[in-house]
């Protein structure tokens, strides 16, 4: 794996990363839950709760790879197709977080660790909207050039794996600390998160 990661051009994995983290700290579900979890039960349930999320990132990453070189190894040409649609989608998430208002449901967040692990996992690995992402995001990043589709998919959806449970963490670990403050904060996150979003979709459609 190595050899691959460093097989990718600089600037390519870097605009992956920035993508990733414009993914990562959008106020979304598991953003949302992680936050409420921190506010609920602290610093160390909020964490938790990431870390919960952050595993059920790990299964969708494993389904990606398994459906994407399936796909692509069948139909040579779907990766043309996979950039349209990933443009598509990421336009459809910029709409999304613009009118979003980063509320927090009463009583979303965990209580207790455990709680917090395994609500946090099912919270994501049950949720299409994170299968649908990955297939849309991922294979824009990828080259036959470098090696097999799958083992590509795995490298870059474990850095995004890795980068989203960090940041998923810092935000229940932040919520438990300051608690409420930062919920009046995730509005003005999802408009920023919508233009971030747009000009990624952009540059997808462009390059």
Known sequence: MLHLLLSFPPGHLATFIAGGLVVNFAPGADVLFATASGIRGGPRIGALAGLGVGLGVIWHVTLAALGLSAAIAAFPGALVAIRWVGAAYL???????????????????????????????????????????????????????????????????????????????????????????????????????ALMFGGLALKLILD
């Open 91 to 193: 336009l459809y998430l910029a709409w999304k977080s613009w009118q979003a208002t980063g509320a927090l449901p009463e009583g979303r967040g965990a209580g207790s660790a455990w709680s917090a692990i395994r609500r946090g996992f099912l919270s994501n690995a049950t949720n299409p909207k994170p299968m649908l992402f990955m297939m849309a995001f991922l294979p824009q990043f990828t080259d036959p050039q470098l090696g097999p589709i799958w083992a590509q998919i795995v490298l870059l959806g474990g850095i995004f794996c890795f980068t989203g449970t960090l940041v998923t963490m810092g935000y229940g670990v932040l919520a438990g600390v300051i608690r409420h403050a930062l919920g009046r904060r995730l509005a003005a996150l999802n408009r920023v998160a």
